[in-house]
């Protein structure tokens, strides 16, 4: 039986302690790295070369998505798992779209990871019970319509500026210049129909993006 090598993202030692020990007790599945960070993940990723990653979407600095594009631009057939509290169709339509395999809710994910995982190392797609009727039923509201016309980088310029980072904030955690986010933060404002940083965080909470 050949052992699947798992990457673990997540910012709560807690979380990952609670699942390392999950996998441990498997025959076929080790955790060969933990990363607390999107920017941790995507070096560790190319250093110890696993079978899946297991990511959170929520975290310090660049979050689960911009680091599985990152990810998933290196190597192509990365399979990435996602476990997350976000149960809504905007973050499951844009990991779908990025080429992620999997996606679970939190709430559910210890009854379901070690069958995600398995299923994810396959390279087959594994989407969580309570994810379903997002995946079925996408709301084609207009705010979703929206957001699904901004790119991976536009997304997560439009997700930081809505938890309240500044332009030079996210500068820094993206590794670009501020004026790259300036220019970034102007198309997401042209695309939603939005005048100000006020309006954006609204959208965000409006649609389970952030919390208020």
């Given at each position: 039986m050949?052992?699947?090598?798992?990457?673990?993202?997540?910012?709560?030692?807690?979380?990952?302690?609670?699942?390392?020990?999950?996998?441990?007790?498997?025959?076929?599945?080790?955790?060969v790295?933990?990363?607390?960070?999107?920017?941790?993940?995507?070096?560790?990723?190319s250093?110890?070369?696993?079978t899946?990653?297991?990511?959170?979407?929520?975290?310090?600095?660049?979050?689960?998505?911009?680091?599985?594009?990152?990810?998933l631009?290196?190597d192509?057939?990365?399979?990435?798992l996602?476990?997350?509290?976000?149960?809504n169709?905007?973050f499951?339509?844009?990991?779908?779209?990025l080429?992620?395999?999997?996606?679970?809710?939190?709430?559910?994910?210890?009854?379901?990871?070690?069958?995600?995982?398995?299923?994810?190392?396959?390279?087959?797609?594994?989407i969580?019970?309570?994810?379903m009727?997002?995946?079925?039923?996408?709301?084609q509201?207009?705010d979703?319509?929206?957001?699904?016309?901004l790119?991976?980088?536009?997304?997560?310029?439009?997700?930081?500026?809505?938890?309240?980072?500044?332009?030079?904030?996210?500068?820094?955690?993206?590794?670009?210049?501020?004026?790259?986010?300036?220019?970034h933060?102007?198309?997401?404002?042209?695309?939603?129909?939005?005048t100000?940083?006020?309006?954006l965080?609204?959208?965000a909470?409006?649609?389970?993006?952030?919390?208020?």
């Open positions: 050949e052992t699947i090598r798992v990457l673990l993202v997540d910012d709560h030692e807690v979380v990952r302690a609670g699942y390392r020990r999950l996998f441990e007790s498997t025959d076929d599945i080790k955790v790295a933990e990363a607390t960070d999107g920017e941790s993940a995507y070096q560790r990723y250093e110890c070369n696993p899946v990653v297991v990511m959170d979407l929520t975290m310090p600095g660049i979050g689960g998505l911009d680091a599985s594009r990152r990810i631009t290196r192509q057939n990365a399979r990435i996602v476990f997350s509290v976000h149960e169709e905007v499951l339509s844009r990991a779908m779209d080429g992620i395999l999997g996606y679970i809710s939190k709430r559910n994910a210890s009854r379901v990871m070690i069958e995600a995982v398995r299923c994810v190392a396959r390279g087959e797609v594994f969580g019970q309570e994810m009727p997002h995946l079925l039923q996408r709301k509201s207009d979703g319509e929206r957001l699904a016309n790119s991976p980088r536009e997304f997560e310029v439009f997700r930081l500026r809505a938890e309240g980072k500044s332009v030079n904030e996210i500068a820094e955690l993206l590794n670009v210049s501020p004026k790259t986010v300036g220019h933060h102007t198309n997401v404002k042209q695309k939603l129909g939005l100000n940083s006020s309006e965080t609204r959208l909470i409006r649609m389970g993006l952030v919390t208020p």
